[in-house]
């Protein structure tokens, strides 16, 4: 038997974990990243001012490279939840409340690697 959990989390929950992971979290395998597509309705004037944490919690895509992977990698929202997801299940995490108040640079890494990877490969 499988019981899940559903957590509502906001858009900047996701930009808080995202920030933690873009700066510190994810540098030693990714190199790069970068806006590939802006969140709908995002107006021309607001493109110069989104960061790639803001890009993403508002359903935007930015491409993820590193040397120690040959394609380009992307992330989306729904691979970001994902990650999340599989991440509190790793961290034995009871809510997302808990998640975010005691994330670090690792849990953010660990957070980024399952939205993507799918699994842990760096680490």
Not at 47 to 75: H, N, P
Not at 79 to 108: P, R, Y
Not at 115 to 121: K, L, N, R, S
């Amino acid at each position: 038997m499988k019981i899940v959990k559903t957590f509502d989390i906001t858009e900047q929950q996701i930009q808080d974990l995202l920030v933690t992971a873009f700066e510190g979290g994810i540098n030693y395998w990714c190199d790069r990243v970068e806006i590939t597509v802006m969140p709908p309705n995002t107006s021309p004037e607001d493109y110069d001012k989104l960061m790639a944490s803001q890009v993403i919690a508002k359903d935007g895509i930015v491409e993820l490279r590193g040397e120690d992977f040959e394609k380009i990698t992307l992330l989306t929202r729904d691979k970001m939840l994902t990650g999340i997801s599989k991440a509190m299940d790793w961290g034995n995490f009871a809510s997302i409340e808990e998640l975010i108040d005691n994330h670090d640079a690792e849990t953010a890494d660990i957070i980024v690697q399952y939205a993507i990877f799918d699994e842990i490969v760096f680490g």
